[in-house]
């Protein structure tokens, strides 16, 4: 499952940051559009531990 990370970009210092799913984004890229909000989307990769890592 492919999730993305999303951040509602504003006036407050620490902006607000969500993952969603691949299936959501548009969702979510709509609804912040409608209420006049910018959004960043990103893709999420979750960090590999050292084990994970070793071939």
């Known amino acids: 499952m492919q999730l993305y990370q999303i951040t509602y970009l504003g ?3 620490r902006p607000d940051t969500r993952m969603v799913e691949a299936s959501e ?7 912040a559009s409608a209420r006049g909000m ?4 990103r893709p999420y990769t979750r960090p590999h531990t050292p084990k ?4």
Do not use: G, S
């Open 11 to 13: 006036p407050d210092p």
């Open 52 to 55: 994970e890592a070793t071939p």
């Open 25 to 31: 984004v548009q969702a979510v890229i709509a609804q």
């Open 38 to 41: 910018q959004v960043f989307v």
